[in-house]
């Protein structure tokens, strides 16, 4: 793949870099995506497993199917492309990774400063009490009941029709606000709010561009699109950048 000429330029001189992910920059580390042939919603009803609803009405199902998740993302591991964004961070003033998703890969991979729009799969808290339950396991045989309360416990996620943590949401947005530019890594960008922090980025100036495997709603939008799969086009973004700006901020 070809780095254009203008996204070199702007390799060479940004500051401020925001990337957006989502699913896609975790689908190499075997880790379903949600949309497309073989996604989570092709098979699933979201109705039915990600909202509050549905887990007050079947609060065991609804923990197992998080308790499934949890043994996929925990037997997977950091890819590439997640790699390429840990060493991306050490070239730029200030670099901020917002994802979409709650794999904890962005972490795993050594990431420093993340923005979690939709929670973390490893973090639980009791409804009653907000007792925390981070990193437990809620297998068949576990119990879904905080030990304090005796409340129901629940999974730090985001489900649909719920507010985004609002320090999360502070912290994408003005770091949107400020971006000279942002890299919106393997999300199909039809899920609100995040989708809009593209926009934010565009209204202060900064330049869009996007990594797919396919064209999506974006796509249009965007100052570049590169067409590959995360981890093949980040880490050829990574060595443009060391080519483009020599030594690391941190080494100098
Ligand atoms: N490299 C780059 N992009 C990829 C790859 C890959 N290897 N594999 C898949 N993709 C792209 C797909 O083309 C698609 O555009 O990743 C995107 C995944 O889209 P979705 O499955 O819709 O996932 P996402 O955009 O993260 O969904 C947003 O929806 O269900 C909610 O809360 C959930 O955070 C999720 C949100």
């Given at each position: 793949m070809t780095i254009p000429e203008g996204l070199q330029r702007i390799l060479a001189t940004a500051n401020d870099v925001v990337v957006l992910t989502g699913a896609g920059i975790s689908a190499e580390s075997g880790i379903p995506t949600f949309r497309g042939e073989d996604g989570l919603?092709?098979?699933?009803?979201?109705?039915?497993?990600?909202?509050?609803?549905?887990?007050?009405?079947?609060?065991?199902?609804?923990?197992?199917?998080?308790?499934?998740?949890?043994?996929?993302?925990?037997?997977?591991?950091?890819?590439?492309?997640?790699?390429?964004?840990?060493?991306?961070e050490k070239y730029f003033r200030r670099f901020t990774v917002v994802t979409q998703n709650v794999d904890n890969l962005h972490r795993r991979?050594?990431?420093k400063n993340i923005a979690e729009l939709h929670g973390n799969i490893e973090r639980n808290y009791c409804?009653?009490?907000?007792?925390?339950?981070?990193?437990?396991?809620?297998?068949?045989?576990?119990?879904?009941?905080?030990?304090?309360?005796?409340?129901?416990?629940?999974?730090?996620?985001?489900?649909?029709?719920?507010?985004?943590?609002?320090d999360q949401w502070d912290v994408a947005e003005t770091a949107a606000a400020t971006a000279d530019v942002m890299f919106v890594v393997g999300t199909s960008a039809v899920v609100y709010p995040a989708a809009e922090l593209p926009v934010t980025v565009r209204r202060s100036g900064g330049k869009i561009v996007e990594v797919n495997i396919e064209e999506?709603?974006?796509?249009?939008?965007?100052?570049?699109?590169?067409?590959?799969?995360?981890s093949n086009v980040l880490s050829e973004i990574i060595d443009k950048i060391k080519e483009l700006r020599g030594v690391a901020k941190d080494t100098e």
């Open positions: 919603w092709s098979k699933l009803k979201p109705e039915e497993l990600a909202s509050f609803d549905a887990f007050l009405s079947n609060p065991e199902l609804v923990s197992e199917w998080y308790q499934h998740r949890r043994h996929i993302t925990r037997e997977s591991k950091p890819n590439a492309a997640h790699t390429a964004l840990v060493e991306m991979a050594g990431s409804l009653g009490c907000r007792k925390r339950y981070d990193g437990a396991d809620f297998d068949a045989n576990g119990s879904f009941r905080c030990s304090k309360c005796g409340g129901l416990i629940r999974p730090d996620i985001v489900w649909f029709g719920e507010m985004l943590p609002a999506t709603p974006l796509t249009g939008f965007a100052d570049f699109s590169l067409q590959g799969s995360a």
